[in-house]
């Protein structure tokens, strides 16, 4: 059973463009959100989270919004470049377990 | 250490064959966690610690998996009889406590089992 869904598998931007990446969870009491960025021969690296009490996080240019009603949240990535070019992985949390239900990741390449 | 660490880097193996996986986590840290990715798949939690101590070991796959913790810090992840469906990346994370919503990763050791 996967409890966190996660789309595209893969997306190709151009450089300037906006990577938007999209996750959705089934179990309501997921209370944390992060997403992590994994460039090849890395492990990943929390990028961004959020908690279900906002439904905006920026944090440069990497954007999460976040839909309770509709248990959705996404990645937007501004003015994307070749350096964002990773696996992102979208995650969530209930504050009883601490272990992350992850999604099966994005690959993203961003063309010059 | 600057990060969490994990050796070898690469391990090529022959089925049926033990191997041992070993991470270092960061400095201090108490909670130590151990994940396995598959190609095309998320992470898929195994096991972790807090201090010495594996309250849950539900997420290893069978009882060809196992992984202890001594000295609350260096942690070593043992599979018996590898099979081929075992080749994977894992990787091993560190927080401060466990309840830290933040993990760091290692770099992960990617195993091939022939």
């Known amino acids: 059973q996967q409890q966190v869904k996660q789309s595209p598998q893969s997306l190709i931007v151009q450089k300037g463009g906006i990577s938007i990446i999209n996750c959705a969870y089934e179990?309501?009491?997921?209370?944390?959100f992060p997403w992590y960025q994994q460039f090849p021969g890395k492990g990943p690296a929390l990028l961004i989270a959020?908690?279900?009490?906002?439904s905006e996080k920026k944090e440069g240019r990497f954007t999460i919004s976040f839909n309770k009603s509709a248990k959705q949240f996404s990645l937007h990535i501004m003015d994307s470049q070749p350096g964002d070019s990773a696996t992102y992985f979208c995650?969530?949390?209930?504050?009883?377990?601490?272990?992350?239900?992850f999604g099966r990741g994005t690959s993203l390449i961003v063309h010059p | 250490g600057a990060g969490v660490s994990q050796s070898p880097s690469n391990k090529v193996t022959e089925k049926g064959k033990d191997v041992e996986l070993r991470c270092d986590p960061i400095?201090?840290?108490?909670?130590l966690y151990w994940y396995r990715q598959s190609l095309g798949q998320g992470l898929e939690f195994l096991i972790y610690?807090?201090?010495?101590?594996?309250?849950?070991k539900s997420g290893l796959p069978s009882d060809r998996f196992s992984a202890e913790r001594t000295g609350g810090s260096v942690s070593t992840l043992t599979i018996q009889r590898t099979q081929q469906e075992d080749s994977a990346v894992y990787l091993c994370?560190?927080?401060?406590?466990?309840?830290?919503?933040?993990?760091?990763f290692g770099p992960g050791t990617r195993l091939l089992v022939l």
């Open positions: 994370a560190s927080s401060v406590q466990f309840g830290e919503e933040t993990q760091y």
């Open positions: 179990n309501t009491a997921f209370d944390y």
């Open positions: 959020i908690r279900p009490d906002v």
């Open positions: 995650a969530a949390l209930t504050g009883g377990s601490y272990i992350p239900t």
């Open positions: 400095s201090g840290h108490t909670a």
């Open positions: 610690f807090q201090g010495n101590s594996a309250p849950d």
